[in-house]
């Protein structure tokens, strides 16, 4: 007895389908499931970038400009914190209480910075 090959084929030649069939079966596309995931990602930076706006709903152009500034913000006070090691032992000991997002420990950042403070902006 021979089995029968099933092949996948699109559930209706609409452009908006989001599925096809195998075995009878409807399954996501793989673009859904990496749609998800990058919408997980990007909640995640939302939630850990501070100053992120909360009353609105950001873009994800936004974030990523978020996250960029806020990275060389962090380098920036990292750059502060080597040519100035007395006010690094301020910042680890105000970050044991104040500075916590979600578990991590973030240092005290400069509140605006420009580009040029960033070495690699």
């Given amino acids: 007895m021979v089995k029968a090959i099933h092949q996948r084929k699109p559930v209706s030649s609409s452009p908006s389908s ?23 990602y990007l909640s995640k930076l939302r939630e850990l970038v501070p100053n ?9 152009v936004e974030v990523i400009n978020n996250v960029i500034d ?3 913000d962090l380098q920036t006070a ?10 690094a032992s301020a910042i680890i ?5 104040n500075n ?3 578990g991590c420990a973030l240092p005290i950042v ?3 910075s420009s580009s040029a403070d960033c070495p690699t902006c």
């Fill in 78 to 87: 990292l750059l502060d914190q080597l040519q100035h090691p007395s006010a």
């Fill in 52 to 60: 992120m706006p909360k009353n609105r709903k950001v873009s994800k």
């Fill in 18 to 40: 989001s599925g096809s069939v195998l075995d009878g079966k409807v399954r996501k596309h793989p673009a859904d499931h990496e749609q998800v995931e990058i919408q997980m």
């Fill in 70 to 72: 806020y990275i060389c």
């Fill in 110 to 112: 400069m509140e605006t």
């Fill in 93 to 97: 000991n105000n970050n044991n209480n």
């Fill in 100 to 102: 916590l997002v979600n």
